[in-house]
């Protein structure tokens, strides 16, 4: 399965600032979650957004979904140092069978304090 | 709920020899099971699909006889390195699905396995 791309790849802020990071896949899909990962560790599910919505909330989390581009977004408001790991999008694609997920390439966040 | 372990979370071995990971659905039961790979700062590469009581359906390019993929029951899936390399040194983390839907997958906390 061919792997989505994120950018940027990495990205360095100060604590408060938001930060954006973007996902473009290549197939349809049904929807696309973002997930986040601390470093050495397993996966934790932040968010999922359906093909059939544009944008979804979640605390500070704002995810956006654009089908016709193949896109989306996380934007992580008013960061905190607790936020640096790295953010990954999947998406389950409406042509791959049983329940597989295909991962971004992922973007490395580190917030300063 | 929906918790995944894995065993070990670290493990060092000789080349040559075989290295068993164990992946857990600690709360729930889990037809399905994902095995991927990760080396440093890069994605999760799926390797194989587990379901209980078959055989693992694995990804273009994933050797079969090198990496074992047992599902013996509804909430343990092995893998099994076999003549461990260096180059098979990476972070393997399993996951589980609830359904029958991707976005219903855990993930499991990962094994680093290093090979010397």
């Known amino acids: 399965s061919q792997q989505g791309e994120e950018d940027p790849q990495a990205l360095s802020i100060q604590e408060g600032e938001n930060a954006t990071m973007n996902c473009s896949y290549k197939?349809?899909?049904?929807?696309l979650q973002w997930y986040r990962q601390n470093s050495g560790r397993g996966l934790v599910h932040l968010i999922l957004i359906r093909s059939n919505e544009r944008e979804k909330h979640s605390g500070r989390l704002r995810v956006t979904l654009d089908t016709s581009k193949k896109s989306s977004s996380l934007l992580i408001t008013a960061s905190r140092a607790a936020d640096t790991a790295s953010y990954f999008c999947a998406t389950e694609g409406q042509e791959t069978s049983g329940s597989r997920l295909t991962f971004g390439e992922g973007t490395q966040l580190t917030v300063n304090p | 709920g929906a918790v995944v372990s894995q065993h070990p979370s670290r493990v060092i071995c000789k080349s040559g020899t075989s290295v068993k990971i164990e992946c857990r659905s600690l709360?729930?039961?889990?037809?399905?099971m994902f095995w991927y790979r990760q080396f440093p700062k890069k994605s999760l590469m799926l390797m194989a699909t587990s379901n209980e009581g078959s055989k693992a359906t694995y990804e273009q390019g994933v050797e079969k006889d090198k990496f074992l993929i047992n599902h013996a029951s509804l909430t343990l899936s092995t893998l099994t390195v076999t003549s461990a390399h260096p180059e098979d040194s990476s972070f393997y983390i399993c996951?589980?699905?609830?359904?029958?839907?991707?976005?219903?997958?855990?993930f499991g906390p990962g094994t680093r396995l290093t090979v010397t």
């Open positions: 996951s589980a699905n609830t359904g029958t839907r991707a976005y219903e997958q855990y």
């Open positions: 709360d729930f039961q889990a037809t399905t």
């Open positions: 197939t349809s899909i049904n929807n």
